[in-house]
T-cell receptor, first 115, second 116 residues
C-alpha cells in the first residue's frame, strides 16, 4: 500500500488566493483527519470524517476553511481566501474503522506558505 | 474532556543514555493512550499504544511506556538512546466512549536530541 497520499507537497501562494489541499486515504480506511502543525500552536485537529461524513469540525479556524470528502478515496481542504497566518504544514491521516483505539496513519504533509 | 501535558519541549541525551519523555493526561473516562514519533519533514507514525490489559506497553525501536492510572501518566522510555532516535515525540489521548468522539488529543510535543 502506498500509504496516505497528499498533494501538493509544497504550495506557495499569495495572500487572497484560493488554496486546495488534497488527500487520498489508505484504501479500506473509514476515518479521515485533517491536522495543521505550526511552531506556535503545535498539532491541531481541524476536522475529521467517519465514513465520509464530517463528525467534528470544531477545529476549523473560520469560514475561510472548508473540507469535503465526496467519496471514500478522496478529501480536500480548501482555504479561500488565504492569509499569511495560514502558513503551516497540513497533514491528512486515515484510520481503519471508526474506533479511537485504532492507529491513525499520517501522510507526508503539505507545506503551505502564504506570502 | 481529555487533555495531555508533555513535560519539557526539548530533551537532550547522550548516545547510549536512558531516554525518558514525560506525559501526563487528564480524562473523565478510561483513556486510550498513544505515543507517536515525527522525524524531520515527515508525518507522524505510531510508536506504541495502550488500550486495555498490560500496563507496560512495548513499541517499535526499543521504546516502551507504562500506564500508571494513579499518577495519570504514560511516560515513554528507552534504555539506550541511538542517534536515529532524534525526532519529535507526541503523546496523545482519546476517549473510550464512542459518542465522545473518535479523535485524538495531542500534547505539544517533545523534541529529542541525541548527542554523540
Amino acid at each position: 500500500d502506498a500509504g496516505v497520499i497528499q498533494s501538493p507537497r509544497h504550495e506557495v501562494t499569495e495572500m487572497g488566493q484560493e488554496v486546495t489541499l488534497r488527500c487520498k486515504p489508505i484504501s479500506g480506511h473509514n476515518s479521515l483527519f485533517w491536522y495543521r502543525q505550526t511552531m506556535m500552536r503545535g498539532l491541531e485537529l481541524l476536522i475529521y470524517f467517519n465514513n465520509n461524513v464530517p463528525i467534528d469540525d470544531s477545529g476549523m479556524p473560520e469560514d475561510r476553511f472548508s473540507a469535503k470528502m465526496p467519496n471514500a478515496s478522496f478529501s480536500t481542504l480548501k482555504i479561500q481566501p488565504s492569509e499569511p497566518r495560514d502558513s503551516a504544514v497540513y497533514f491528512c491521516a486515515s484510520r481503519p474503522g471508526t474506533n479511537s483505539y485504532n492507529e491513525q496513519f499520517f501522510g507526508p504533509g503539505t507545506r503551505l506558505t502564504v506570502l | 474532556a481529555q487533555s495531555v501535558t508533555q513535560l519539557g519541549s526539548h530533551v537532550s541525551v547522550s548516545e547510549g543514555a536512558l531516554v525518558l519523555l514525560r506525559c501526563n493526561y487528564s480524562s473523565s473516562v478510561p483513556p486510550y493512550l498513544f505515543w507517536y514519533v515525527q522525524y524531520p519533514n515527515q508525518g507522524l507514525q505510531l510508536l506504541l499504544k495502550y488500550t486495555t490489559g498490560a500496563t507496560l506497553v512495548k513499541g517499535i525501536n526499543g521504546f516502551e511506556a507504562e500506564f500508571k492510572k494513579s499518577e495519570t501518566s504514560f511516560h515513554l522510555t528507552k534504555p539506550s538512546a541511538h542517534m536515529s532516535d532524534a525526532a519529535e515525540y507526541f503523546c496523545a489521548v482519546s476517549a473510550t466512549i464512542y459518542n465522545q468522539g473518535g479523535k485524538l488529543i495531542f500534547g505539544q510535543g517533545t523534541e529529542l536530541s541525541v548527542k554523540p
